[in-house]
């Protein structure tokens, strides 16, 4: 997305976590924007977890095997506001 990220604006950011896959979006502005939808259900996680917030870097991408390239810059992330909601058992 053009112009993203901006410096000082708060993303909305998601995932849809459903038993045959995971859907990441961000809303910018006002369209919801698939950033990745995972369908290897035989990688989903099936039994609850915790929420966790953090921002890091590790060396090696996690999916693909391959080196990551470092951030030029530190990053600092701030949550305004969190929620979720439970998909029907």
Known sequence: MPG??????????????RPDGIRWFMVF???EVTLWDFTDT????????AFLFNVWHAPS????GGSA????????????WFRYWAYPP
């Open 4 to 17: 993203f990220p901006e410096v000082g604006r708060f993303y909305e950011m998601g995932f849809d976590w």
């Open 29 to 31: 502005d006002t369209e």
């Open 61 to 64: 991408h996690w999916y693909e």
């Open 42 to 49: 035989s990688l989903v996680p099936q039994n609850p977890a």
């Open 69 to 80: 390239d470092y951030p030029a810059n530190d990053a600092v992330m701030r949550v305004d």
